[in-house]
């Protein structure tokens, strides 16, 4: 199985050490995964508009769930790079964008700009391996289409659902499930998908 990573442009990314903005959320984007925002402070207005005219990317990290202001301390280890795929202008100078995950990274240097915008060093980490899904373990896209039928607003993200990958499958699982940041970085770290399905395995059945 090839990933689409390689079709939106990620594999030159691969081999290098980047400087990229860090957008942090509450929530978490994985590889190949979809992601709905909307934009209105002026330092991440700046950055969506130097991404969209560069084509560049820029990072998604959690914070920590106790810091409401996303402070730099707060700021997560490991995030994930995302391209701008769609966007639209809002009143009010809103900018509402989707965007499509590439590669997780490791931070490293974090540097603050002059307008509180955050950009990091980062060194991107191995992806993790497809794997088929096995007839037994079809449970585990059944129910991720149930929750994308009770959340349209997610679902129609993905038109075109790799419910045959378990790596996909444990990925967009990663992204909705319940955990704590602390939890999450700690899967996001890993190799393959092996821990995260062990998880599901737990949680689903």
């Known amino acids: 199985m090839k990933s689409d990573l390689l079709s939106l442009g990620w594999a030159k990314r691969l081999k ?3 400087l990229i903005p860090i957008f942090p959320l509450p929530a978490q984007l994985m590889p190949d995964g979809k992601l709905a925002l909307r934009i209105f402070e002026p330092r991440y207005l700046r950055m969506v508009k130097e991404c969209a005219k560069n084509r560049a990317a820029f990072g998604i990290v959690m914070m920590a769930s106790s810091d409401v202001y ?3 301390a707060s700021i997560q280890p490991i995030g994930t790079s995302a391209k701008i795929v769609d966007f639209d202008q809002l009143e009010n100078n809103v900018l509402e964008i989707t965007v499509c995950g590439g590669p ?26 497809a794997r088929a899904l096995a007839e037994k373990e079809r449970y585990i896209a059944r129910q ?10 997610l679902g129609n993200l993905y038109a075109n659902r790799k419910l045959n990958n378990l790596t996909w499958l444990c990925q967009r699982w990663l992204e909705i499930l ?7 970085q700690e899967l996001m770290a890993t190799p393959t998908c092996e821990r995260t399905h062990q998880l599901l395995t737990k949680l689903l059945q």
Request: proline fraction near 8%; charged fraction near 20%.
């Open 16 to 18: 290098t050490q980047q």
């Open 70 to 72: 996303a402070t730099t």
């Open 104 to 129: 997780c990274f490791k931070i490293g240097d974090i540097q603050v700009q002059e307008d509180g915008l955050n950009v990091a060093n980062i060194d991107y980490l191995k992806p993790w391996p």
């Open 144 to 153: 991720l289409c149930g929750i994308y039928e009770q959340y349209p607003e």
């Open 178 to 184: 319940p955990l704590g940041v602390e939890q999450k």
